[in-house]
């Protein structure tokens, strides 16, 4: 399975971005896939998740502000976010696997398939 993340940017505080990543090999009905940021001096952070059956899940830091969504025909999985704050500047990566249990989708060792991030940069 390969992912490819795409739609960071620049933006100033108060904007949007979405950010895309396309997945190909497998079966990508199957996989959860998620997005995480990795920030400076920091540790890499779940941001957000969508199962298989279109449930999601986010971190309480985007929720409400932030959507992902999945496309099964085109192998797409998005990245909405609005309302961007200086924190959430980071390089966001989206993640796939078929076998993540519920209890650790918020995991990044849970995931074993990989994009390469896309970087967002907030200004105040």
């Known amino acids: 399975v390969q992912l490819q993340a795409s739609g960071g940017g620049s933006v100033q505080a108060g904007g949007s971005l979405r950010l895309s990543c396309a997945v190909s090999?497998?079966?990508?009905?199957?996989?959860?896939l998620a997005w995480f940021r990795h920030a400076p001096e920091k540790e890499r952070e779940f941001v957000a998740g969508?199962?298989?059956?279109?449930?999601?899940y986010y971190a309480d830091s985007v929720k409400g502000r932030s959507t992902i969504s999945r496309d099964n025909v085109r192998n797409m999985v998005y990245l909405q976010m609005n309302n961007l704050k200086p924190e959430d500047t980071a390089v966001y990566s989206c993640?796939?696997?078929?076998?993540?249990?519920?209890?650790?989708?918020?995991?990044?060792?849970?995931?074993?398939?990989w994009g390469q991030g896309t970087l967002v940069t907030v200004s105040s």
């Open positions: 993640a796939a696997s078929t076998s993540v249990i519920l209890s650790a989708m918020r995991q990044s060792a849970a995931y074993g398939n």
């Open positions: 090999g497998g079966t990508f009905s199957r996989n959860t």
């Open positions: 969508i199962r298989s059956t279109g449930s999601t």
